[in-house]
């Protein structure tokens, strides 16, 4: 009964703000942030001829090595020999540099 009642009053809720021409819904959407950190062991830049440039930088750290593509020229935010920590927004055709962190 009290399930009932609760579709209810959901149902008379959602009429009355119908009524008034106007619904707002909010919530949090995952922007698609990630990360990764380690000691920059490699940073090469390369551009092309229409204009678009990629920056792709590898980071090592536990015995592994992670290969990271970034639009642009993002060189100065990963100096080589040195432990960082990259903020990064995935996207096409390749991720967005959002913050790095020295270590």
């Known amino acids: 009964m009290n399930r009932l009642l609760s579709v209810?009053?959901?149902?008379?809720f959602l009429l009355t703000t119908v009524?008034?021409?106007?619904i707002f819904v909010?919530?949090?959407?995952?922007p698609g942030t990630q990360s990764a950190?380690?000691?920059?062991?490699?940073?090469q830049f390369s551009a092309d001829s229409g204009?678009?440039?990629?920056?792709?930088?590898?980071?090592?750290?536990s015995g592994l090595n992670h290969?990271?593509?970034f639009c642009g020229d993002q060189r100065a935010f990963f100096p080589?020999?040195?432990?960082?920590?990259?903020?990064f927004k995935a996207g096409t055709p390749c991720p967005s540099v959002l913050a790095v962190n020295l270590m």
């Open 37 to 43: 950190n380690g000691v920059v062991s490699i940073v």
């Open 8 to 12: 209810a009053f959901v149902i008379a």
């Open 51 to 61: 204009g678009g440039s990629i920056t792709i930088i590898t980071l090592t750290g």
């Open 80 to 87: 080589v020999d040195r432990e960082v920590r990259g903020n």
């Open 26 to 30: 909010r919530g949090a959407i995952n």
């Open 67 to 69: 290969t990271l593509n």
């Open 19 to 22: 009524s008034c021409g106007d």
